[in-house]
Nanobody
C-alpha cells in the first residue's frame, strides 16, 4: 500500500521561506513521478511542481524561480523548497505519486496516490 506523508507546512510572512517534505513508502515502481499540488479555498487543485525518477522537473509558471522540487532517493522523500512566498501561495499543499506516463505527469488525473495535505499560510 502506497503511503505519502507530508510535513513542513506553516505560517510565514510574505517574502519568507518554507520547505515541504513528502515521505513515500510502499511504492514499488521503478519508473514514477511525484508531484506537489495545491488547493486554495474555492479553487481547483493545481499542479505546482513535479519530478520523475530520472530527475526531470516541471513547474507551474506562477512558482518558477521561487520553488524548487528535489528528491532524496535514499530516504524516498520529495521536497518542495519555497522561497519568496506570496500571499497567493496560501493553500493546502498535497503530495502525489504514480507511475511515469509517456510525456510526463502533471494533471490531477495523472496521479493516483495522494497524501493528506499540509497547510501553508502566507500573510502580507
Amino acid at each position: 500500500q502506497v503511503q505519502l506523508v507530508e510535513s513542513g507546512g506553516g505560517s510565514v510572512q510574505a517574502g519568507g521561506s518554507l520547505r515541504l517534505s513528502c515521505a513515500a513508502s510502499g511504492y514499488g515502481y521503478t519508473s514514477y513521478c511525484m508531484g506537489w499540488f495545491r488547493q486554495a479555498p474555492g479553487k481547483e487543485r493545481e499542479g505546482v511542481a513535479a519530478i520523475d525518477n530520472n530527475g526531470s522537473t516541471r513547474y507551474a509558471d506562477s512558482v518558477k524561480g521561487r520553488f524548487t522540487i528535489s528528491k532524496d532517493y535514499a530516504k524516498n522523500t520529495v521536497y518542495l523548497e519555497m522561497n519568496s512566498l506570496k500571499p497567493e501561495d496560501t493553500a493546502m499543499y498535497y503530495c502525489a505519486a504514480d507511475i511515469l506516463f509517456h510525456g510526463g505527469n502533471w494533471y490531477v488525473s495523472d496521479f493516483g496516490y495522494w497524501g493528506q495535505g499540509t497547510q501553508v499560510a502566507v500573510s502580507s
